[in-house]
C-alpha cells in the first residue's frame, strides 16, 4: 500500500533554550559547541535518510517513493524515518531545496575566481552538467517536485535565482555584460536556468547519456547563443 502524499506542512518555530546558547570562553573568544555522539549519529542517520529519498524518487517517482523503500535504502528501521520526519510529505518538501543546495555550493566550489564574463558562464553550465551526470535522478526529482512537492520547487527556484542574479549583477557592475540593466538580470537568470533545465533533459533522454558523459555540442550551443545571440538585425 502506497503512502499517501500529504498536504504541505509548514514547519514550526523553536524557541532557542539555554542549552543551546555558546557562551564565549574565558578569554573572550567564542567557544564551539562539540557535538556528542548521539548528536552526530542523528545527523549521520537524517543524512542518509535525504540520500536515499534522492537514490529512490529519482528512480521510481515521488508517489512509488514509499517510506519503506527509503528506509530500506538507508539501511534503518521504518520507525526510524518518523524521529526526524512527520510524514513522507514533509521529506519531499525538504528534499528539493537540500539538493538544490548541493549544486549551487557544487557549481560555486569549482569555479575559478581569475574566470570573467563568457569564460565564467562557460565554467558554469560545464559543472551543472557534471553535477547531473554524479546525481542522475536529480532531473526526475526536480521535474516532478512541482507536482508532488510544490513548496520545495518553488523554494528551489527561488534559491538558485537569487545566487544566480547576484552572480549576473556582480558581473553587470564588472563591465562584463552587453547593456542589461539591473531590473532585466531576474528575466535573464529565469531564461538561462530554463535553458540548463530542458538542454539536461535532452541530453538524458538519449540512451546511455548517464554513462557517456554530456554532448560538448549542448554546451557550445548555448554558449553560441549567450554569447553571439539569435537573429541577424537587418
Do not use: C
Not at 555558546?22 to 564551539?32: E, L, R, S, W
Not at 549521520?44 to 508517489?63: H, N, Q, S
Not at 553550465?125 to 546525481?135: G, L, P, R
Request: net charge positive.
Amino acid at each position: 500500500m502506497k503512502d499517501p502524499v500529504m498536504p504541505v506542512t509548514r514547519p514550526s518555530v523553536q524557541s532557542v533554550k539555554p542549552s543551546d546558547v555558546v557562551m564565549p570562553a574565558f578569554d573572550g573568544k567564542p567557544q564551539a559547541k562539540k557535538r556528542g555522539r548521539r548528536e552526530v549519529k542523528a545527523l549521520e542517520t537524517r543524512k542518509a535518510l535525504f540520500a536515499a529519498a534522492a537514490v529512490v524518487v529519482g528512480k521510481y517517482g515521488y508517489e512509488e517513493a514509499s517510506i519503506t523503500k527509503i528506509t530500506d535504502q538507508a539501511g534503518v528501521a521504518n520507525g526510524t524515518f518518523y524521529n526526524y520526519f512527520e510524514t513522507r510529505q514533509d521529506l519531499f518538501d525538504q528534499l528539493l531545496p537540500s539538493i538544490g543546495g548541493q549544486l549551487l555550493e557544487y557549481i560555486a566550489g569549482r569555479l575559478d575566481q581569475n574566470l570573467t564574463g563568457v569564460d565564467r558562464e562557460r565554467a558554469r553550465i560545464v559543472t551543472y552538467f557534471e553535477f547531473f551526470q554524479k546525481n542522475s535522478g536529480f532531473l526526475r526529482i526536480l521535474n516532478e517536485a512541482e507536482v508532488y512537492a510544490p513548496a520545495a520547487f518553488r523554494q528551489h527556484i527561488q534559491n538558485f535565482a537569487v545566487r544566480y542574479v547576484k552572480a549576473l549583477d556582480k558581473q553587470r557592475r564588472n563591465g562584463e555584460l552587453n547593456g542589461f540593466d539591473e531590473d532585466e538580470l531576474t528575466a535573464v537568470a529565469y531564461m538561462l536556468m530554463g535553458v540548463r533545465t530542458y538542454l539536461t533533459m535532452l541530453w538524458r533522454s538519449n540512451p546511455g547519456a548517464a554513462k557517456k558523459g554530456v554532448d560538448q555540442s549542448y554546451i557550445s550551443t548555448y554558449m553560441k547563443l549567450v554569447e553571439q545571440g539569435l537573429f541577424v538585425r537587418k
